[in-house]
T-cell receptor, first 112, second 112 residues
Framework: SQTIHQWPATLVQPVGSPLSLECTVEGTSNPNLYWYRQAAGRGLQLLFYSVGIGQISSEVPQNLSASRPQDRQFILSSKKLLLSDSGFYLC???????????FGSGTQLSVL | KQEVTQIPAALSVPEGENLVLNCSFTDSAIYNLQWFRQDPGKGLTSLLLIQSSQREQTSGRLNASLDKSSGRSTLYIAASQPGDSATYLCAVKIQGAQKLVFGQGTRLTINP
């Protein structure tokens, strides 16, 4: 099965600072990749998904962006963080064969 | 627009009981449905995936059923244990779309 590496586990950033969260996947090829945000009491919100290198679909317009420079690497970025960007960010990978979704351990982002 | 609802939001039962968690969805045109477990501050772990053509899936003490016509799925946990305490989320994959729509989850507590 897959292993999703996501770091850091926690991050505290000031408002207006940049952000880069990286996710790498082991144990599969050509997965569909996803970035979700989980805010307290609000469930999981899909931010971006990618079906291949350089292919990014955005679900929610905001000041975040995503990139997929390699098959098993997915990066979430922001040029200037807002207070509302605080939350628990989860990277996920979906196998093409059985379509199960595997999640990373998440990054708890606090924007102060 | 697909909406996924999980009721109750929280459930507390004594150890050893069998229990059922509920998930309902508004649009029956789904591709598959997954049940996940999430421990506090952690990522999600896929428990069971049911394709739209299937009625149920089993893994150990877990059994998930799917009734597309009524827009419902249940997760049955037999002989509950304190280690089963976690938040359980269901998610449906929409036909023709890449994304999953998640419910808000049921926070389950098993009391020793």
């Amino acid at each position: 099965s897959q292993t999703i590496h996501q770091w850091p586990a926690t991050l505290v950033q000031p408002v207006g600072s940049p952000l880069s969260l990286e996710c790498t996947v082991e144990g599969t090829s050509n997965p569909n990749l996803y970035w979700y945000r989980q805010a307290a009491g609000r469930g999981l919100q899909l931010l971006f998904y990618s079906v291949g290198i350089g292919q990014i679909s955005s679900e929610v317009p905001q000041n975040l962006s995503a990139s997929r420079p390699q098959d098993r690497q997915f990066i979430l970025s922001s040029k200037k963080l807002l207070l509302s960007d605080s939350g628990f960010y989860l990277c996920a990978s979906e196998e093409q064969v059985n379509e199960k979704l595997f999640f990373g351990s998440g990054t708890q982002l606090s924007v102060l | 627009k697909q909406e996924v609802t999980q009721i109750p939001a929280a459930l507390s039962v004594p150890e050893g009981e069998n229990l059922v968690l509920n998930c309902s969805f508004t649009d029956s045109a789904i591709y598959n449905l997954q049940w996940f477990r999430q421990d506090p501050g952690k990522g999600l772990t896929s428990l069971l995936l049911i394709q739209s053509s299937q009625r149920e899936q089993t893994s150990g003490r877990l059994n998930a059923s799917l009734d597309k016509s009524s827009g419902r799925s249940t997760l049955y946990i037999a002989a509950s244990q304190p280690g089963d305490s976690a938040t359980y989320l269901c998610a449906v994959k929409i036909q023709g779309a890449q994304k999953l729509v998640f419910g808000q989850g049921t926070r389950l507590t098993i009391n020793p």
